[in-house]
T-cell receptor, first 116, second 114 residues
Framework: EPEVTQTPSHQVTQMGQEVILRCVPISNHLYFYWYRQILGQKVEFLVSFYNNEISEKSEIFDDQFSVERPDGSNFTLKIRSTKLEDSAMYFC??????????????FGNGTRLTVT | DAKTTQPNSMESNEEEPVHLPCNHSTISGTDYIHWYRQLPSQGPEYVIHGLTSNVNNRMASLAIAEDRKSSTLILHRATLRDAAVYYCILRDNVYGGATNKLIFGTGTLLAVQP
């Protein structure tokens, strides 16, 4: 069964550094998402992306965050200047169609980001 | 977004059925009921979804109350691998105006005893 893959599985960075988290969604999927989960807390929506643009973003997704689909297969999340509070598990997800068709989201197993 | 209420935790024995309840008294007519689960150290995983009728798939069954104000996820024979957090999520199905995102609550932590 096709799956969403994320790299790296664990990323350690220093405060103020830029990080790029990478995801390869399922190949025929059209909608892409990033979520995060701070240790012991809920899974939180960050951003959704369709047709090469952001379709929705949460309050968490401020100017420090950006997303890109650079080459038709990868989907990346960039954090420009990391803060300690950005430490979390970041999940990428993709879905085949829009929510109006109740297309389920398929999640990767996440990248654990540790900011020191 | 309409809210769901789930018990914080439940316990089950291996090979016994498990009924995970969810209350959603403010559900709207266009909301589908979705269930996802999150195994330890993994991303969320889709389980099942439904609108009005009961649904079955290879993973579970979903029983929806006639007034749609509650639903129950049924695992017919729990295994140790089913130990996870189970999330009940309402997702608006209005075409063209609906957000694609899922909003996760705190879910139910299911422990399965051997």
């Amino acid at each position: 069964e096709p799956e969403v893959t994320q790299t790296p599985s664990h990323q350690v960075t220093q405060m103020g550094q830029e990080v790029i988290l990478r995801c390869v969604p399922i190949s025929n999927h059209l909608y892409f998402y990033w979520y995060r989960q701070i240790l012991g807390q809920k899974v939180e929506f960050l951003v959704s992306f369709y047709n090469n643009e952001i379709s929705e973003k949460s309050e968490i997704f401020d100017d420090q965050f950006s997303v890109e689909r650079p080459d038709g297969s990868n989907f990346t999340l960039k954090i420009r200047s990391t803060k300690l509070e950005d430490s979390a598990m970041y999940f990428c997800a993709s879905s085949e169609r829009a929510s109006s068709y109740n297309s389920p989201l398929h999640f990767g197993n996440g990248t654990r980001l540790t900011v020191t | 977004d309409a809210k769901t209420t789930q018990p914080n935790s439940m316990e089950s024995n291996e090979e016994e059925p498990v009924h995970l309840p969810c209350n959603h008294s403010t559900i709207s007519g266009t909301d589908y009921i979705h269930w996802y689960r999150q195994l330890p150290s993994q991303g969320p995983e889709y389980v099942i979804h439904g609108l009005t009728s009961n649904v079955n798939n290879r993973m579970a069954s979903l029983a929806i109350a006639e007034d749609r104000k509650s639903s129950t996820l049924i695992l017919h024979r729990a295994t140790l691998r089913d130990a996870a957090v189970y999330y009940c999520i309402l997702r608006d199905n209005v075409y063209g105006g609906a957000t694609n995102k899922l909003i996760f609550g705190t879910g139910t932590l299911l422990a399965v005893q051997p």
